[in-house]
């Protein structure tokens, strides 16, 4: 299943947790799987399978026991995580931890933007940030607007969960970790997530993971599904 | 009208180590408690370097550049090593207590006669320390308003973040950390110069000092917005010395005023909103 090519490389993966026991809990047993540019895979499988020690895994929370994950050719399994975020978007299952709780939203937007870059010393204005997601979406351009001066623990947990994602898009990653990145948002903010990010993957062509259990979102649009279970990853393409 | 200003004064020194506990403590997640050995550092290293000729302005930069290596040492023990911070940082309090001694050479020191400053205590003098103390608070504030000052705020509140965003958050902490330390050794440094002598013992519960004032500066500012934060280290600091004015004035030998302080800080804290909303109305 592995294409020599493929932009992200996850070889023979493996990952078991010691429990309070002794014992080993295994969780993943050799995952292999590659993804190329412009692709989404939609991550499923039952609680507990290990969507999110994956995720975890591709983004350097966790180290793996045996494996190697490549990204657009490099080894990445032994960078620290915040190196390899200069190259990879994050939602966290707990969106609140993707934002800074204490920063007005255009503080944060400023602070994500610069992504690869230093911060300045300068005071934050988001004018430039604003505009370049308002190429790939309207919607979420006027939701920036319309909440830029507030500070993100004063909005609700729908408009947190889409900030993140909005968040995670931001300073150019090649690849995008996402772990239930709609389960609290609403109909009209569930249409301008997905607007933005499918405007954004198709434009940019980078990579995305999204832990998922919504089937429906997955058949709608992903490319890739992952299916978890027994501690192996199944890989189907889905035709869109 | 004279025990205000002298209460203004010492909350004018003293601001830089409710300044530090609010780096440390809010800002950075480190809750550092090697800050009595540090004020005293900052105090001995000045004193050393005004022995030895370097001039008033040197000696406080060198007292308060020591505070910098130490707050970095311990940032980077805690770091290296995953030593809690608070076992880190009592670590280097322990050690201080030996390398104060060593640097000072006797358990105190009178300064007087190696100051060719005159050492002012009129209004230019005071106007200087009130001065000081307002630039350098009026600098912290706009320095963190900045994308640079706004992501180092989050060190210890969103760790997460600013992983999220390609931030190394160990460097953050080191910076915080050493910046505390300036702040802590610069406030001993000064209460040195404005003694006029130094003693081994100067720093004994300048801890207590930082977070006492930072927390009663909070109970009454807030810590919403950055200018509260901020604000809050001047509120508290003035609070806590007009506390341990109010003690003297009643009596109260100089030997039982940290009792004292500590009873009323105490008291303080312990008021419900609505009793300090009545009280402060």
């Known amino acids: 299943m592995i294409e020599i090519d493929s932009y992200l490389k996850v070889n023979n993966i493996c990952k078991a947790f010691e429990q309070p026991d002794g014992s080993q809990l295994l969780v993943l047993d050799c995952v292999s799987f590659g993804l190329g540019p412009g692709e989404i895979m939609a991550l499923m499988g039952p609680n507990g399978s290990g969507k999110t020690t994956l995720v975890r895994l591709i983004a350097g929370e966790l180290s793996p026991d045996s494996g190697e994950i490549w990204l657009q050719g490099q080894n990445i399994t032994q960078k620290p995580e915040y190196q390899r975020s200069t190259a990879i978007g994050r939602v966290y299952q707990e969106s609140y931890k993707s934002l800074a709780s204490e920063l007005t939203v255009q503080e944060i937007l400023c602070i994500a933007s610069k992504r690869k870059g230093r911060l300045s010393f300068k005071f934050a204005r988001a004018e430039s940030v604003l505009e370049s997601v308002g190429l790939y979406s309207a919607e ?3 939701f920036l607007r319309s909440h830029l001066s507030i500070p993100t623990h004063l909005l609700s947990g729908g408009q947190n969960q889409l900030l993140a994602l909005i968040v995670a898009l931001l300073g150019e ?3 995008v970790l996402l772990d239930e990145h709609l389960a609290s948002l ?10 933005f990010l499918t405007m954004y993957v198709r434009t940019r062509q980078c990579s995305v993971i999204a832990a998922t259990h919504d089937k429906e979102w997955a058949e709608m649009t992903a490319s890739v599904e992952g299916t978890l279970s027994n501690h192996v990853l199944g890989i189907r393409p889905l035709a869109r | 009208m004279d025990q205000l200003l002298a209460i203004i004064i010492l ?31 900052g105090g001995v290293v000045f004193a050393k370097c005004l022995i030895n000729g370097f001039g008033l302005f040197a000696s406080l930069v060198v007292g ?9 040492l311990t940032a980077m023990i805690a ?35 190696y100051s060719d400053f005159p050492h002012l205590h009129g209004a230019l003098y005071s106007f200087g320390l009130i001065s000081l103390a307002i630039i350098i608070m009026l600098g912290a504030y706009l320095f963190f308003k900045t994308e640079m000052g706004s992501a180092l ?55 207590i000092v930082g977070i006492a004032s930072l927390i009663i500066g909070e109970k009454i500012c807030g810590r919403e917005r950055l200018g509260a934060q901020i604000g809050s280290a001047a509120v508290g600091i ?17 030997t039982d005023v940290k009792l004292a302080t500590g009873i009323i800080t105490i008291s303080l804290l312990g008021l419900s909103k609505r009793d300090r909303d009545r009280f402060l109305s």
Request: zero cysteines; a positive charge; aromatic letters at 10%.
């Open chain 2, 11 to 41: 909350s004018s020194i003293l601001i830089f180590v409710a300044t530090a506990a609010m780096l440390t403590f809010r800002f950075a997640g480190f809750p550092d408690l090697s800050v009595d050995g540090v004020f005293t550092l």
């Open chain 2, 79 to 113: 770091d290296r090593f995953r030593i809690n911070p608070l076992l880190a940082s009592v670590l280097i309090l322990t050690i201080l207590y030996s390398v104060n001694l060593r640097v000072l050479g006797t358990a105190n020191q009178p300064l007087y006669q």
């Open chain 2, 238 to 254: 003035v609070l806590y010395e007009l506390a341990a004015g109010v003690a003297l004035s009643l009596g109260i030998s100089a």
């Open chain 1, 186 to 195: 609403d109909q009209k903010y569930r249409s301008v997530a997905d607007g």
């Open chain 1, 140 to 142: 979420a351009e006027q």
């Open chain 1, 173 to 175: 990653p090649s690849l």
């Open chain 2, 153 to 207: 705020r989050m060190t210890g509140s969103s760790p997460k973040f600013l992983i999220a965003v390609g931030r190394n958050i160990s460097v953050y902490r080191a910076v915080l950390v050493s910046a505390a330390g300036v702040f802590v050794s610069l406030s001993g440094a000064l209460l040195s110069f404005h003694l006029g002598f130094v003693d081994v013992a100067i720093g004994n519960g300048t801890i």
């Open chain 2, 64 to 72: 308060a550049s020591a505070g910098l290596v130490v707050g970095a």
